[in-house]
């Protein structure tokens, strides 16, 4: 998995348009990714404390995840994000924005890294 540098805007129309999922499919989502960042830092349901990682699992269920990073995403932590979400059954997107920088992680095995 090699990093693909991207604009932010390209990211975000790779990203922006999630296909809307059942919350019971969100759900398990959401509960895979944010296991997966507990091994990797601090993380925050709901952004009410400060932590490596946030995000909130209330809002419209789509298949695409935003988190906040606090910490950069490095490519280890991508891959091992990677391994997380390939072994769900549908295409999903976790986006980090909204901290250090802007990158997401593609079930598909895509790291999409912005350009500064």
């Given at each position: 998995?090699?990093?693909?540098?991207?604009?932010?805007?390209?990211?975000?129309?790779?990203?922006?348009?999630?296909?809307m999922i059942s919350e019971a499919?969100?759900?398990?989502?959401?509960?895979?990714?944010?296991?997966?960042?507990?091994t990797q830092g601090s993380f925050?349901?709901?952004?009410?404390?400060?932590?490596?990682?946030?995000?909130?699992?209330?809002?419209?269920?789509?298949?695409?995840?935003?988190?906040?990073?606090?910490?950069?995403?490095?490519?280890?932590?991508?891959?091992?994000?990677?391994?997380?979400?390939?072994?769900?059954?549908?295409?999903?997107?976790?986006?980090?924005?909204?901290?250090?920088?802007?990158?997401?992680?593609?079930?598909?095995?895509?790291?999409?890294?912005?350009?500064?």
């Open positions: 998995m090699q990093p693909e540098l991207l604009t932010e805007d390209e990211i975000e129309a790779l990203s922006g348009k999630p296909r499919e969100f759900d398990a989502l959401y509960d895979v990714v944010v296991a997966y960042l507990k925050s349901d709901g952004g009410l404390e400060e932590a490596d990682f946030s995000s909130s699992r209330w809002g419209e269920p789509g298949s695409t995840m935003t988190v906040v990073a606090n910490v950069p995403v490095t490519q280890t932590l991508a891959e091992g994000l990677w391994r997380e979400l390939s072994k769900l059954t549908h295409p999903y997107v976790v986006v980090f924005d909204g901290g250090v920088e802007t990158c997401c992680v593609t079930s598909d095995g895509r790291f999409l890294r912005a350009v500064r």
